[in-house]
């Protein structure tokens, strides 16, 4: 999977969770909601990429420490 598929398919999640959350947020009558999970959107797509990316964070972390 490329570097521009990865982030599409975590832009496409993050929008997604949070059109969920808003929606939900109508229906309770109540927009602070949103707030909430703004957090938890952030895991959803930190997850979201390792899962997707092969090695893992190890790749990332280890590009790092060559700088």
């Known amino acids: 999977?490329?570097?521009?598929?990865?982030?599409?398919?975590?832009?496409l999640?993050?929008?997604a969770f949070m059109t969920a959350i808003w929606l939900l947020s109508l229906w309770?009558?109540?927009a602070s909601i949103v707030?909430?999970?703004w957090g938890?959107?952030?895991v959803l797509?930190?997850?979201l990429f390792y899962a997707l990316t092969p090695e893992?964070?190890?790749r990332a972390s280890s590009s790092?420490?060559?700088?």
């Open 1 to 11: 999977m490329t570097f521009l598929e990865t982030y599409a398919l975590g832009g």
């Open 35 to 37: 707030d909430i999970f």
């Open 40 to 42: 938890a959107g952030f």
């Open 64 to 67: 790092c420490a060559r700088s």
């Open 45 to 47: 797509v930190a997850w």
């Open 28 to 30: 309770l009558r109540n």
């Open 56 to 58: 893992g964070f190890a």
């Open 13 to 15: 999640a993050i929008v």
